[in-house]
C-alpha cells in the first residue's frame, strides 16, 4: 500500500545527497568552536539572512527559547501574537524557564498584529508594569493558514518596535516558503528583525536542527543560553552538513510543494463534504473542515488506506513536503474522496 503522509514538513527524510554530506563530513568539538562543518553552516546562514552572526540549535522550540531568553528577563513579558507557535505550541517554556511572561495580541488571518493594538500594548516604564522586552512575529505564519508576512509588514511592526525601543524576533520557521511563495528574497523579509529563527527540519528536509540570526552581540547571549538549556552539543557537523546541502539545493524546491499543495486543495474542493477555500491557499499548508461526515470515521478510514493525518474534530491540515510528489496527491485524493463517500451523513 502507497503511504502519503501529509501530517508535518518535519516527517521530510534527508536526501541521498544530505546523507553523502553527513557520512563524509569534517568534524570538530562545537562547544571549542572546532567543528569546522558548522562553522561553515553557521557562517553560511548568517550570510543568506543578511545578519551578522547564526548559532545552530536543535529545534525551532530551542531557537525561540533561547532568542526569548536574550532579549527578555524575569519580569518582563514579550508581546506576540494568540495564534504563535511561540504561545500556543512552546509549552510555555519562556515562562517556565525565564520568568517572561507573554501578552498576545489578537492575529488577523494571514497571522498580522493590529499596528494599532501593538502600539499601545508596549508599556512605558512604570514600576506597575513588566517590561516590554521583545515583540514576535511569525513567517510564514503556521496557525494562520502558511500565510506568509510581506518585507513591508514586517517594517511596520519593526517601526513600532523599535521607536519604543524594543528588539523584534521573527519565527521563521518557514521563512524559506514565505521567500520562494513572494519571490522575495529573504534577506528582505528579515531586515528589519533583531533576531529570526528558522528550521532546516521541515521544508529543506534536514533530519535535525534550526539556526539562531541576528547581531555578534545578540548570538553570544543566544550561545550561553543555548548551553544553559542543554544545547551545546560536540561533532555536530554529522547534522550540519544536511544543513548546508539544504541551504544550497532545497530552498528553490519549496515551490514544488507550494504547487502540489494547490493541486491538493483543488481537489478537495470538488470533494463533497469539505469546506475548503482553494484560493486561499499561500504556501504548503492546506487547511479546511470536514462537514459532511464524522470526522473522526474519515481519520479513521484514510489511515487504514496509508493517507496519514486528519483530526477527529477542528480543522483538518495537510502538509505537502519533499517526500509527497503528485502521484501521492492524486491516491491522496482518491481516499479521501472514498472515505468521505462512505461515511456521508445525509
Ligand atoms: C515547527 C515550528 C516551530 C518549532 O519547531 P520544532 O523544531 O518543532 O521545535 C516554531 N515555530 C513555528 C511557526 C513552527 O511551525
Excluded at 518582563?76 to 517572561?100: M, N, P, Q, T, Y
Excluded at 542543554?230 to 555536530?236: C, E, H, L
Excluded at 517526500?323 to 468521505?340: F, K, N, Q, T
Aim: glycine fraction near 10%.
Amino acid at each position: 500500500m502507497r503511504e502519503v503522509d501529509l501530517r508535518s514538513d518535519t516527517v521530510t527524510h534527508p536526501s541521498p545527497e544530505m546523507r553523502r554530506a553527513m557520512a563524509e563530513a569534517e568534524l570538530g568539538d562545537d562547544v571549542f568552536g572546532d567543528d569546522p562543518t558548522l562553522n561553515r553552516l553557521e557562517a553560511m546562514a548568517a550570510e543568506r539572512l543578511g545578519k551578522e552572526a547564526a548559532v545552530f540549535v536543535a529545534s525551532g522550540t530551542m531557537g525561540n527559547l533561547i532568542s526569548i531568553l536574550t532579549h527578555a528577563g524575569r519580569g518582563d513579558e514579550i508581546i506576540i501574537g494568540d495564534k504563535a507557535h511561540i504561545f500556543r505550541s512552546e509549552a510555555g517554556g519562556a515562562s517556565a524557564l525565564g520568568g517572561v511572561a507573554y501578552n498576545t495580541l489578537p492575529n488577523d488571518n494571514r497571522g498580522m498584529l493590529d499596528l494599532d493594538q501593538l502600539e499601545a500594548a508596549i508599556k512605558p516604564p512604570n514600576v506597575h508594569f513588566t517590561r516590554t522586552a521583545m515583540i514576535g512575529l511569525e513567517n510564514t505564519h503556521n496557525a494562520c493558514g502558511g500565510a506568509p508576512l510581506t518585507a513591508d509588514d514586517t517594517a511596520t511592526v519593526a517601526d513600532i518596535a523599535h521607536r519604543h525601543g524594543v528588539p523584534l524576533h521573527v519565527d521563521g520557521a518557514r521563512i524559506f516558503n514565505a521567500s520562494v511563495a513572494l519571490e522575495t528574497p529573504v534577506t528582505e523579509l528579515v531586515k528589519d528583525a533583531d533576531s529570526v529563527s528558522f528550521c532546516l527540519s521541515k521544508g529543506l528536509s534536514c533530519p535535525i536542527g534550526s539556526v539562531v540570526c541576528g547581531t555578534e552581540e545578540f548570538v553570544q547571549g543566544a550561545r550561553k543560553w543555548r548551553k544553559m538549556v542543554g544545547g551545546g552539543m560536540r561533532q555536530v557537523g554529522v547534522i550540519a552538513a544536511a544543513g548546508i546541502v539544504a541551504l544550497d539545493n532545497m530552498v528553490e524546491r519549496l515551490n514544488d510543494d507550494h504547487a502540489t499543495a494547490r493541486r491538493l486543495a483543488q481537489g478537495l474542493a470538488q470533494i463533497p463534504g469539505i469546506d475548503i477555500n482553494p484560493e486561499a491557499l499561500p504556501t504548503n499548508l492546506v487547511f479546511f473542515k470536514i462537514t459532511g461526515g464524522d470526522p473522526a470515521l474519515i481519520m479513521e478510514e484514510i489511515n487504514r488506506n496509508g493517507v496519514k493525518g486528519g483530526a477527529a474534530y477542528g480543522d483538518w491540515r495537510f502538509v505537502t513536503h519533499y517526500g509527497i510528489d503528485s502521484d501521492d496527491i492524486d491516491y491522496a485524493l482518491d481516499v479521501m474522496d472514498a472515505a468521505c463517500r462512505k461515511y456521508a451523513t445525509a
